[in-house]
């Protein structure tokens, strides 16, 4: 059963992660990467449930899809004339398997599926192995300083698949379960968590926009070096989308269109920078590309869910 705000949330997440990557402006992109990539290792880590996971399953469901999406993208490219097929023979593919940041443009976001791949089975196997709670919260501190002295100390590293981004990237994912184990609690003082919320992000908000502070989040690339404030600021921007979704949860209507965008998530990650590179040659409106970024893979994802080997391809599940 889905779970209306959530849906909300993702969509929400996506259309900034879209947003993200038009190039609308400097600043815009700066804040919609304080936290979207954030709010979605959020979002896995609430669905994360212990006594449903399956090795396997899970590494189908990213990698297949991994697999499947590229070749459709690079197929794309070389019927638009931006790619080879010697190319990909040579270099491109060999470059892609390295995954992480080394993969760039049409590519870019694929770094998230190994991350989110890793992060999930290794979150699994503490909550797994580990019977007490807080040693996996001391755990999650000593990974978000590991990650921040790799960001400070070692960020020209070469780790495929961006691995080392695992290590901040599982405290997010640790917090969206916590969350889910204390929702109620959390609700019931939902005032007082939303208050603290406005005045981090109205403040980080005021030091940028008129003392000239400069604060960067890029999971991706490794900026993460502001110590804290890396977890503090995309957890209050988050508290405050959660708190506007459940209200939005309650329209219908709400629900079918921006929960439509949540429940299509990746589908439009995978797709929306190939569609934004592709269309400008064919249409000069940038808003109206921009908005066929959205679209387009929304329709896709509509068609590839009704067949079984579509399913396969681009879900990893029949």
């Not at 959660?242 to 219908?252: D, N, P, Q, V």
Request: proline fraction near 2%; charge should be positive.
């Amino acid at each position: 059963m889905r779970i209306k705000w959530i849906d909300i949330l993702k969509g929400i997440g996506i259309i900034s992660v879209v947003l993200g990557h038009s190039g609308l402006s400097d600043m815009l992109h700066d804040v919609l990467y304080w936290f979207h990539m954030p709010l979605f290792f959020f979002v896995s880590g609430y669905l994360y449930n212990k006594n449903k996971f399956d090795y396997l399953k899970k590494i189908k469901s990213f990698m297949i899809p991994y697999f499947s999406f590229y070749i459709l993208i690079t197929l794309i490219r070389i019927t638009a004339g931006s790619l080879t097929f010697q190319s990909v023979i040579d270099e491109h593919f060999w470059l892609y398997l390295k995954g992480g940041e080394y993969i760039k443009g049409y590519y870019g976001v694929f770094w998230f599926v190994t991350v989110l791949l890793a992060t999930t089975i290794i979150y699994h196997l503490l909550q797994k192995y580990i019977k007490y709670s807080l040693i996996i919260h001391i755990l999650m501190v000593i990974f978000y300083i590991l990650a921040y002295y790799n960001a400070i100390l070692y960020k020209e590293l070469e780790v495929y698949w961006d691995l080392n981004v695992v290590l901040i990237a599982i405290v997010y994912y640790h917090i969206g379960y916590l969350y889910k184990q204390h929702q109620e609690i959390i609700h019931k003082k939902i005032y007082i968590v939303f208050l603290f919320s406005i005045i981090i992000v109205s403040g980080l908000l005021y030091k940028v926009l008129y003392e000239g502070y400069v604060y960067k989040l890029s999971l991706k690339y490794q900026v993460y070096n502001h110590f804290g404030w890396d977890v503090i600021v995309p957890i209050a921007i988050l508290v405050l989308l959660i708190a506007l979704c459940i209200l939005l949860s309650k329209s219908e209507f709400l629900i079918k269109f921006i929960g439509a965008f949540g429940a299509s998530s990746m589908t439009i990650m995978y797709l929306h920078n190939t569609i934004m590179k592709v269309l400008p040659s064919y249409i000069s409106n940038f808003y109206v590309v921009v908005i066929l970024a959205i679209i387009l893979p929304l329709l896709f994802d509509f068609i590839i869910k009704k067949f079984k080997v579509t399913r396969i391809l681009f879900f990893g599940t029949k």
